[in-house]
């Protein structure tokens, strides 16, 4: 049987993420990463992003205090990743062949609702600002590189 069309898929549940969900995530992450972010960055670039989205990071940020939600395709792939440190969201990743289909936007509602009335900041990547802007982030600042990451400064005000 022929593969369905990405918008026939059923939407992938969008939940709190566990420890369980984090080698799954940090995988989806890093291939995105590799795909969409990292061309053209320096290997000092590569390097620190490999040191933020690895599976055992991830852990240790859920086990002190951040809080992160996935979403998950119907054979239970994490298609999906976001996550929030006090009102600071980072890592906002989804599949590269489940974009466009609002997942980033459930994942954002997820990560908001625990902070009704908050102003929530980003530090986005080139490619993600188009898509920051639509969600409604506006830039805060000039962007600025760190430990070889290009990030814009963003916030998405109440
Ligand atoms: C940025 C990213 C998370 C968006 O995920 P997504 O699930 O495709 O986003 P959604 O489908 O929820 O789209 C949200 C809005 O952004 C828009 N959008 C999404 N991707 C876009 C793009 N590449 N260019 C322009 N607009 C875009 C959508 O049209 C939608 O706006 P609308 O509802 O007004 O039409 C995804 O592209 C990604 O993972 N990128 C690579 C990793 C990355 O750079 N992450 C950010 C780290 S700071």
Same mark, same amino acid.
């Given at each position: 049987m022929a593969t369905p069309a990405p918008a026939s898929r059923p939407a992938p549940a969008v939940r709190? %993420? *566990?420890a369980g969900d984090c080698p799954g995530a940090a995988a989806m992450?890093? !291939?995105a990463f590799a795909l969409q972010v990292a061309p053209g960055l320096p290997p000092e670039g590569e %390097? *620190?992003?490999?040191?933020?989205?690895?599976?055992?990071?991830?852990?240790? !940020?859920l086990a002190t205090g951040s809080r992160a939600w996935v979403a998950v395709a119907e054979d239970g792939r994490v298609v999906g990743y976001a996550e929030r440190e006090g009102t600071h969201?980072?890592?906002?990743?989804?599949?590269?062949?489940?974009?466009?289909?609002g997942i980033a936007r459930r994942l954002l509602a997820a990560a908001v609702a625990g902070i009704p009335g908050a102003t929530?900041?980003?530090?986005a990547t080139a490619y993600a600002?188009?898509?920051y802007t639509r969600l409604g982030f506006r830039v805060t600042g000039p962007a600025f590189t760190r430990g070889g990451l290009t990030a814009t400064p963003m916030?998405?005000?109440p």
């Open positions: 709190p %993420a *566990t992450v890093r !291939r %390097a *620190t992003f490999r040191a933020i989205a690895d599976a055992r990071a991830l852990e240790e !940020r969201l980072y890592l906002l990743f989804v599949h590269p062949e489940h974009q466009r289909r929530v900041t980003v530090h600002l188009p898509a916030a998405l005000h």
